[in-house]
T-cell receptor, first 114, second 113 residues
Framework: GDSVTQMEGPVTLSEEAFLTINCTYTATGYPSLFWYVQYPGEGLQLLLKATKADDKGSNKGFEATYRKETTSFHLEKGSVQVSDSAVYFCALSDTKAAGNKLTFGGGTRVLVKP | EAGVTQFPSHSVIEKGQTVTLRCDPISGHDNLYWYRRVMGKEIKFLLHFVKESKQDESGMPNNRFLAERTGGTYSTLKVQPAELEDSGVYFC???????????FGPGTRLTVL
């Protein structure tokens, strides 16, 4: 079945550092790929998404490119802020299957220190 | 516009008791999903409603879990009887049509002692 693997955290960074969170996936169909973020005390929020190979999703300075050849969707941000401290989840949705249910990775906790 | 809401935010119960979680989706969203995250592991799909019908309940762990969505509006997830391994955070999400954009609620943290 479908699965998502992402790097385990926690990841601790200083403000203005470069952030990369690796995510790879296994899917039998043609998935859409997502990054969700959960800030402390809040629910999951969609951060960005890409629906086909070579698409780049971007939002709030974060970017991720859908790489079909490496089955990856790594999240990057060039200069993190303390407010980026959160748990980040990579996910996929098999668009060929009914229902669009999401398959998630285990989440990566990111802590940005001033 | 109000987002997805869940009630309660926290619930602590004894093993063997019953708990009912509620989710109110965004108005007009036909799709409603339940997920849960157990012990810091990955978030796992439980089931999917389209309006009041169960489209996919392949993720429901066992028959101690019962989900309903009468009238196609809010949904409840009942756990009866609760076991220790049911502890975790239960998320609800909703979406419109085939958009694929799921909006999540804040989750209900369930602790079974």
């Amino acid at each position: 079945g479908d699965s998502v693997t992402q790097m385990e955290g926690p990841v601790t960074l200083s403000e203005e550092a470069f952030l990369t969170i690796n995510c790879t996936y296994t899917a039998t169909g043609y998935p859409s790929l997502f990054w969700y973020v959960q800030y402390p005390g809040e629910g999951l929020q969609l951060l960005l998404k890409a629906t086909k190979a070579d698409d780049k999703g971007s939002n709030k300075g974060f970017e991720a490119t859908y790489r079909k050849e490496t089955t990856s969707f790594h999240l990057e941000k060039g200069s993190v802020q303390v407010s980026d401290s959160a748990v980040y989840f990579c996910a996929l949705s098999d668009t060929k299957a009914a229902g669009n249910k999401l398959t998630f990775g285990g989440g990566t906790r990111v802590l940005v220190k001033p | 516009e109000a987002g997805v809401t869940q009630f309660p935010s926290h619930s602590v119960i004894e093993k063997g008791q019953t708990v009912t979680l509620r989710c109110d989706p965004i108005s007009g969203h036909d799709n409603l999903y339940w997920y849960r995250r157990v012990m810091g592991k990955e978030i796992k799909f439980l089931l999917h409603f389209v309006k009041e019908s169960k489209q996919d309940e392949s993720g429901m762990p066992n028959n101690r879990f019962l989900a309903e969505r009468t009238g196609g509006t809010y949904s409840t997830l009942k756990v009866q009887p609760a076991e220790l391994e049911d502890s975790g955070v239960y998320f609800c999400a909703s979406s419109q049509g085939n958009s694929g954009n799921e909006f999540f609620g804040p989750g209900t943290r369930l602790t079974v002692l």
